[in-house]
């Protein structure tokens, strides 16, 4: 039985709902703190530690935004995605292998199924902006084998980056939604590390 909050709990725990609401993503306790301008991200965990006590919220341990609402434990249709930081939308950048949290996906509407072996990634830049994907997305990658003109989070000469992955004359390289950037080609390396499957917007 979850007990009455302060009004400050509340408060934080009306964001959390809010934010996720418009973004698929829960907020960080960086986040939380900027919004309710907290002296520091002690604050913010106190708070969610509190609410967490009083069972409306769950949290997984060491990881900056897995929170859980109770009520999605058991509903069939949420799946907890492992959110691996951000893919560069542009120039290729250094591979960030540590999950920082969870992303909350509601199975029915995005298609992606419970059996499908799937992962998250923020996207920085406007390299595919032709294909929809804006600069702030979150995209939900499936790890299996590219087919030619797949969208793809990419490993090419020890760098990531999302393209579009294409195959020409036997040879694969990788090709920006997006004019102004030009075509990527592997100079040593190219390992596809998942597939475009899903994305979340934040609302405007």
Do not use: W
Request: glycine share 6%; hydrophobic share 40%.
């Amino acid at each position: 039985m979850s007990q009455k909050l302060t009004t400050r709990q509340q408060q934080v725990l009306d964001y959390l709902h809010e934010a996720f609401r418009r973004t698929g993503v829960m907020p960080s306790t960086r986040e939380i703190q900027a919004h309710f301008e907290f002296a520091s991200q002690t604050a913010a965990m106190s708070h969610l530690r509190a609410l967490e006590r009083k069972g409306v919220i769950r949290r997984l341990p060491n990881k900056a935004r897995a929170v859980i609402f109770p009520e999605e434990l058991d509903r069939e249709e949420v799946l907890h995605v492992p959110l691996y930081g951000r893919i560069a939308a542009g120039m290729a950048q250094d591979v960030e292998p540590e999950a920082e949290g969870c992303v909350s996906i509601d199975v029915a509407s995005l298609g992606v199924g419970r059996s499908r072996k799937v992962f998250a990634l923020r996207v920085t830049g406007d390299s595919m902006i032709d294909a929809h994907i804006l600069d702030g997305d979150t995209v939900i990658m499936e790890i299996r084998e590219p087919r030619n003109g797949d969208i793809v989070a990419a490993l090419i000469d020890n760098e990531t980056t999302l393209k579009r992955y294409v195959v020409e004359r036997g040879k694969p390289y990788l090709r920006a939604e997006n004019k102004a950037f030009p075509d990527l080609i592997p100079a040593r390396e190219l390992e596809i590390q998942g597939v475009f499957v899903a994305l979340l917007r934040r609302a405007a």
